[in-house]
């Protein structure tokens, strides 16, 4: 073993003598110093990758090889390597929402060609082709992951089957049998993800909290936030799982929640599969679970005693949402003498979804007091009953 070491790094060096990584932080230089050496007979393969990579791409290409699992340092191609950098590079360059993720969010997110331990198929390329079309005319990231959410099913075919062959199982895997688990399906769906310069990663539990057994599903990057999702969407953050996951136990490596990383983060996504692969690095996100799911609890009660009142402003009882009829002016919410709300309507200029809101207590009688045209006072009274409400005011 200690010769093999011994001529492993004897190779590295008569690759390049203390060897120079010309166009890459010096922050990955003894990382990769310490990937060649894991290389052994691949090394030149690796070398080649680093020293091929376009200028503008050499950082990405080291920090892939930097955190690299040590069998894929010892198998996988130049070639392989450079492609899987080169897409994601044309889907960054290509769609809007990519050209704003961070460089941080981006190595680690995007570009990496695995999210566990699946097998190392050459996906890119062809997850690009295959979903660039649906993405091709949205403006934001949130339509651009609601068309891959909804169109990535009929696209590889692929549904959830206890049958498949493994739980672990490679896009092309995945797509030979037209069935998955749930870690097979997410591994599709964040590749997919990937493939069109959406950030996405795995998330998931090796055990509920009541022992029912591991789950996993998807989660995107949103201007800042992780959000999850699943191959078969409810929508960001909604799934039958959230009251599930926010009983989690983040102390508990049993019963927590993970996010997988390409980048060492000091603790592993555990595998149920096998126990014994540790090299898949790992984020708890447990809180952030239990979070959302108290926050959904606190929503359903404030629901059961509360409605929601939608307040326009019009210049006259006309009321077209078209042109300048809508109105920016101060409202403020009575019960009785007491000042319950305030805000400002929204203005021509601002979005038509832009809506001024009040949560009120259902049974109750309100006032709805503003200043209209020439300084005349005005006040609108409303019985709040069970359902919510759409008030439009007039300014004149």
Not at 380 to 396: H, R, V
Request: proline share 5%; charged share 25%.
């Amino acid at each position: 073993m200690l010769k093999k070491s011994i001529l492993a790094l004897l190779m590295v060096l008569s690759l390049g003598a203390c060897t120079k990584y010309t166009g890459i932080p010096k922050q990955y230089h003894q990382l990769l110093d310490e990937a060649l050496v894991k290389a052994e007979q691949n090394a030149p393969e690796i070398k080649k990758a680093l020293e091929a990579a376009p200028a503008h791409q050499k950082e990405a290409v080291a920090f892939l090889i930097a955190y690299m699992p040590e069998h894929d340092l010892k198998a996988l191609s130049a070639d392989f390597i450079l492609e899987n950098t080169d897409y994601a590079f044309i889907a960054r360059e290509q769609f809007v929402w990519a050209q704003a993720i961070p460089d941080s969010v981006f190595f680690n997110d995007v570009l990496p060609y695995a999210s566990l331990n699946e097998r190392r198929d050459n996906w890119r390329k062809d997850f690009y082709e295959r979903f660039s079309k649906y993405v091709k005319d949205c403006k934001d990231i949130r339509s651009a992951i609601d068309s891959v959410n909804k169109n990535i099913r009929d696209e590889v075919s692929v549904d959830y089957n206890t049958k498949r062959e493994k739980p672990d199982q490679s896009p092309y895997e995945s797509m030979e049998q037209n069935m998955a688990s749930c870690s097979g399906l997410s591994i599709l769906l964040t590749d997919a993800f990937r493939a069109v310069g959406i950030p996405s990663r795995i998330g998931g539990t090796p055990n509920w909290h009541d022992k029912r057994g591991n789950h996993n599903w998807n989660e995107v990057w949103v201007d800042g936030q992780w959000y999850f999702t699943e191959y078969y969407p409810s929508g960001l953050n909604k799934s039958w799982f959230l009251p599930d996951a926010g009983k989690s136990i983040p102390d508990n490596p049993e019963h927590a929640i993970y996010a997988s990383s390409w980048k060492p983060t000091g603790i592993h996504f555990p595998l149920v599969w096998d126990f014994d692969i540790k090299y898949v690095p790992a984020v708890n996100v447990s809180e952030r679970y239990i979070q959302l799911y108290e926050a959904e609890e606190a929503a359903k009660k404030i629901a059961e005693t509360h409605v929601t009142v939608k307040v326009m402003m019009f210049k006259d009882d006309v009321c077209t949402f078209q042109g300048d009829d809508r109105m920016s002016v101060n409202v403020d919410v009575f019960c009785g003498a007491d000042q319950v709300g305030g805000g400002r309507t929204a203005g021509p200029t601002q979005d038509m979804n832009d809506v001024l809101e009040f949560v009120l207590e259902k049974n109750k009688a309100y006032s709805f007091n503003y200043t209209g045209e020439g300084g005349q006072m005005k006040s609108i009274k409303l019985n709040i009953s069970d359902e919510p409400k759409s008030l439009k005011l007039y300014y004149k």
